[in-house]
């Protein structure tokens, strides 16, 4: 696992010693990125289920301003914290540790870009995106990327944000909404 472009170009990432977490693979997040370029400069990004904070590191790198990352688990935490310290990134980086509920209560501001790849099959992303919808935790002109499996197909509405692209690459599917 590596940063593919922008500053950190080449950083190879700490990785999991076990199947636990399940960062997204670098062809998926080079099609992410592509698909986010015209936005990521300047954004603030959440990584809300960072895992090792692969895809919040990527967005650094390309320019975003600022990265809160969250996750429960403290081996993810400390992955992240080594990432983050790898890549140089710590005055742009916050990471919180908590479920999605207190990583979202915490977030000082209205987020550009969410990054949502939660534990599969657990309910995850409608509750994190009704928890964003209910604190107005989404800018204007902001953007929820979810993560998951392709026999898992998302609505077109959720928790009032409209999806208005979904893109499948072998078992994983990117949707967005606005």
Same mark, same amino acid.
């Given at each position: 696992m590596r940063i593919i472009a922008?500053?950190?170009?080449?950083?190879?990432l700490e990785s999991p010693a076990d199947q636990t977490i399940r960062p997204t693979a670098d062809k998926v997040k080079e099609a992410l990125f592509s698909i986010l370029h015209p936005v990521i400069y300047g954004a603030r990004v959440?990584?809300?289920f960072a895992g090792t904070g692969n895809l919040g590191l990527e967005a650094l790198s390309?320019?975003?301003?600022?990265?809160w990352f969250g996750d429960q688990s403290m081996s993810s935490i400390r992955l992240i914290r080594a990432n983050v310290e790898k890549c140089g990134a710590q005055e742009q980086a916050e990471v919180i540790r908590g479920d999605?509920?207190? =990583?979202?209560?915490?977030? $000082?501001? $209205? !987020?550009?870009?969410?990054?949502?790849? $939660?534990?599969?099959?657990?309910g995850?992303?409608?509750?994190a995106a009704s928890m964003i919808k209910e604190l107005a935790l989404l800018?204007?002109?902001?953007?929820?990327v979810c993560e998951?499996?392709?026999?898992?197909?998302?609505?077109e509405t959720l928790a009032g944000f409209q999806k208005y692209k979904e893109r499948a690459y072998?078992? !994983? =599917?990117?949707?967005?909404?606005?």
């Open positions: 922008g500053e950190y170009k080449g950083r190879r959440c990584d809300l390309r320019g975003a301003a600022r990265c999605y509920r207190k =990583v979202l209560s915490r977030l $000082p501001e $209205p !987020v550009d870009i969410f990054f949502l790849d $939660p534990p599969y099959g657990k995850l992303l409608e509750k800018s204007e002109d902001g953007i929820l998951h499996r392709r026999d898992e197909v998302l609505p072998g078992k !994983v =599917v990117l949707s967005f909404y606005i």
